[in-house]
């Protein structure tokens, strides 16, 4: 066994602060995913075939290519087409929410999907309009069959964030291989960022069992 | 106050409703039969357009029906087989929601109300309780009542009581017999012939996606006139 974690001490407050950056990241990209998410999955809904056709094109295409690869697009063709300069952190949001809102905005339409359709009728002889009806009768309903399913979109951004460090964003990952460069010993770095990352992902496990057992009250 | 005109709906190939027509005068109490797959709830579903006709016409008080007319909607309650009370939100929640957001009514009034209605149903004690909590029946007269709280002139009910134990279905029609005491103008999808003979004006039978005899209670349940309704009673019966 060839471990020394004393050589690591130093170093540690550096990678810690990783996790600011990562968690900021994680933060930006999902507030946008889920808000851009819910948009193309009332698309996916709607009447309008151009909007559905769209969302549906738009869902195909950012399932079906590599993240990395998106990521690396925006990244230099953003500054090759338009001249304007794009930071790793920025590319790497904008990457992050176009592509999990791929993602969530199926898990929300299979949610709301799964509403019993009874809801919407009792909703429409009542003569609630539809606005009321979405927003106070059916998403609260879909919530539940969606959260689930959420958190997991979640935890995986959180891990899959990690490739941002390709691009040179200072983030957990990109600091762990920076600290393993100039050491020359990658295993303690790395291992203390798995660490990290795992803790994340438990805290984020958590927080989505209590709020799935407050939506539960009604049970 | 209803005037059904050649009534037609198609689900795709299969025309379900083959021209219906008919009239429901104010106050009056329909029943109507028949045997599964006759088309008896499309018909009542087209009443209040949850099912859009393809043919024929539908008139409330002189007026033609069309998804432009929610005003025609709220003059329409609705009680449903499977009673599809909103799970997430309280037995007077339930009840006050379409009010405050339809009729603009202020929560107070809206919960004062619905207060009245649950006692009217008999279920004061559950006002705070959620729909998982409430046996069939309980959630069937609150779905009465919620349908109730709009201030309807029209009721329509769709098969109210064959989702129910058979305990309960009477505690249900209780319910509906004290409503049409009120003079409340009904129309009721049912398999409850006792019921339909008690309290219908009128019973339409429906085989095959016609009507098929439109008839008093009292002279339809003695002497049908068709051979259908006759094989259809002697199995029910």
């Known amino acids: 066994m060839n471990l020394d974690f004393a050589q690591l001490v130093p170093s540690i407050p550096y990678i810690l602060y990783g996790i600011w950056v990562t968690l900021q990241f994680v933060a930006v990209s999902l507030v946008l995913g889920f808000l851009w998410g819910t948009v193309l999955s009332l698309f996916k809904i709607g009447k309008v075939t151009i909007l559905r056709w ?24 953003v500054p090759q087409l338009t001249g304007m300069d794009i ?16 993602y969530i905005s199926e898990i929300i339409r299979a949610g709301i999907n799964a509403v019993d359709k009874g809801q919407k009728e009792a909703a429409i002889a009542l003569g609630v309009p539809y606005r009321s009806m979405m927003l106070k009768i059916i998403l609260p309903q879909a919530m539940k069959n969606i959260l689930p399913a ?31 460069a100039s050491n020359y010993r990658f295993f303690e ?31 | 106050m209803i005037d059904v005109n050649g009534l037609r709906k198609s689900f795709g ?5 083959k021209g219906i027509t008919t009239k429901i005068s104010k106050g009056e109490v329909i029943a109507v039969i028949g045997p599964s797959g006759s088309g008896k709830s499309t018909f009542l579903r087209c009443l209040n357009l949850l099912e859009t006709h393809n043919a024929g016409s539908i008139k409330i008080d002189g007026k033609e029906i069309d998804q432009l007319e929610s005003n025609l909607r709220k003059k329409i309650g609705m009680v449903f087989q499977h009673f599809n009370l909103f799970p997430h939100l309280t037995v007077l929640e339930n009840i006050t929601f379409a009010p405050q957001q339809v009729l603009k009514t202020n929560k107070k009034e809206a919960e004062k109300n619905a207060l009245e209605l649950l006692q009217a149903v008999g279920l004061s004690d559950k006002a705070h309780a959620y729909p998982s909590r409430l046996s069939g029946g309980q ?15 029209i009721m329509l009910f769709d098969e ?38 008690e309290v219908a004006d009128r019973v339409l039978f429906m085989d095959d996606g016609r009507l098929v005899e439109d008839e008093q209670p009292a002279i339809f349940f003695e002497n049908p006139k068709t051979e259908r309704a006759q094989v259809f009673l002697e199995k029910v019966l």
């Open chain 2, 139 to 153: 959630k069937q007269r609150v779905a009465i009542a919620r349908a109730l709280a709009m201030n309807p002139e």
């Open chain 1, 150 to 180: 959420l958190m997991n979109e979640f935890i995986t951004l959180t891990k899959e964030s990690a490739i941002v460090s390709v691009i040179g964003a200072l983030d957990i990952m990109r600091r762990a291989q920076i600290v393993g």
């Open chain 1, 87 to 102: 930071g790793a952190f920025t590319a790497g949001v904008l990457t992050f929410a176009l592509n999990s809102a791929a």
């Open chain 1, 54 to 77: 769209f969302a549906d094109a738009y869902t195909s295409v950012f399932r079906g290519t590599p993240l990395i690869l998106q990521m690396l697009i925006i990244y230099y063709a």
């Open chain 1, 189 to 219: 770095p790395l291992l203390l960022a798995g660490l990290i990352y795992y803790l994340l992902v438990m805290m984020l496990t958590l927080t989505g069992r209590v709020m799935e057992r407050r939506l539960a009250k009604s049970d």
């Open chain 2, 160 to 197: 109210p009581t064959s989702a129910l134990d058979p305990e309960m279905v009477k505690e249900v029609l209780q319910v509906m017999k004290n409503l049409v005491k009120t003079g409340m103008t009904m129309v009721i999808v049912t398999h409850e012939m006792g019921f339909a003979k």
């Open chain 2, 13 to 17: 190939p299969s025309e379900v409703l």
